[in-house]
């Protein structure tokens, strides 16, 4: 089990006090709510407000910033910043503003028929269910749930797997996994199971596989187009601590042709615009056609770049060591309390910033209102099951981490009614 001295980096070589203070995060309290929504950035505040006063000044120009060509495209600036840091070619991003809305705009698209079937599992997000589900009623496809694990804490690589290959049949056209399980912070070894599906069907077609990666982009240092997906769809404005509102369709170039476009796009071509004068079909999907149009917050749009160089000025691999160490501390600390179960796995591999627990004799939302009389923000799984739920990111410190651990601490064990606790993280 790694040991974490108090006080000490987790990663060397970056002053993670100055990080943190490019946030405008309401200081006295310790934050572990910033994987659902971040806090933008100094970088990221300051583009948006010079974006928009150009805007404000010149509204056209919002509008043909997205028509220029070649690199002064503004949307291409986006969709390279993000290509660089997650790692793919930007000509295979579909911009969206969110995860949902991204699984949603994939799903409608995808051409399904009659009697193909859906894969999910038990523990994919509502959003992911619902786009799938949505999608299935429309065509006379089916939806089915395969559930991978008992206990999270518990379950192995391997486990995921086989659970994932024995609710395969010959009708299955899509799988949809989850990179990291919000419900849980079980990571799903997606490269592995990717390779497992495919081998699964040997020489018959295998279906597409769309991953939901939000909880992972950002936090694990694995380039989206090596995880052997079709499509991965992620926010930018969680754990990539871009502008609110942003987030990317990646797809495969062979895989876009699978996707019908839903709402008409603005990434204007020649192809898109030649169909529409001539009333012709479409060519064959790219991602920009998916893309949906319309004018949208441009100052935000347009920061994206902003937040990338932010992450890239820190390190992407450091940004990695970070977090992870940091979320291993916490789950370390948490599972060495009387009272506290850890819902997550604890070896690092199976797990990445999401940290879920149970406290004894609590409902979570009284471990939540517990912590937040102690200044710390957590939050609740909203799952059938629920459970208390920290995730640190680069805005978190080590003493943030300690301050958690020894709150919950205080709640499995108010003074007075037991003994107290005891754990060994190495502190000094």
Known sequence: MQKHQRGKAATDGVDWAE????????????????????????????????LAARIDARPEWAELAA???????????????????????????????ST?????????????????????????????????????????????????????????????????????TGRTRVVGLTWVYSGSGVRMPVRKAADAIRSWYGARPSPLIVVDGVHGCGVLDEPVDGLGADFFVSGVHKWLHGPRGTGFIWGTTASWRYVEPTIPTFEIDADVFGAWVG???????????????????????????????????????????????????????????????????????????????????????EVVAGLAARHIRSATTPYLRSYARFAATIENSESDVDHAIDAVAGLSHPPGHGPPRSRDLGHD
Request: hydrophobic fraction near 40%; include cysteine.
């Open 19 to 50: 990080v943190r203070a490019n946030f405008n995060l309401q200081p006295d309290w310790a934050d572990f709510t910033s994987f659902m929504l971040s806090s933008h950035p100094k970088p990221v505040r300051e583009a948006i407000a010079e």
């Open 67 to 97: 028509l220029e060509p070649g690199e002064a495209n503004m949307i291409f600036q986006v969709k390279s910043a993000i290509a660089r840091y997650v790692g793919a070619r930007p000509d295979e991003f579909a911009l969206v503003q």
């Open 100 to 168: 949902t809305a991204g699984l949603g705009l994939l799903y409608a698209g995808l051409q399904l028929h009659p009697g193909d079937e859906i894969l999910l599992s038990e523990h994919d997000h509502y959003s992911h269910h619902e786009a799938a589900r949505r999608k299935a009623e429309k065509c006379g496809a089916a939806t089915r749930f395969v559930s991978l694990y008992e206990d999270g804490a518990a379950v192995t690589e391997d486990e995921l797997i086989d659970r994932v290959l024995g609710a395969l």
């Open 279 to 365: 009333r012709s079909r479409l060519p064959p999907t790219r991602a920009s056609f998916v893309s949906p149009g319309g004018f949208v917050a441009y100052e935000y749009l347009y920061a994206v770049p902003a937040a990338i160089d932010f992450l890239t000025s820190i390190g992407k691999t450091e940004i990695s060591r970070r977090v992870l160490s940091l979320n291993t501390r916490l789950r370390e600390g948490l599972a060495a309390l009387p009272g506290v179960r850890l819902i997550t796995p604890l070896p690092e591999h199976m797990s990445a910033g999401i940290v879920c627990f149970e406290v004894d004799g609590l409902e979570p939302r």
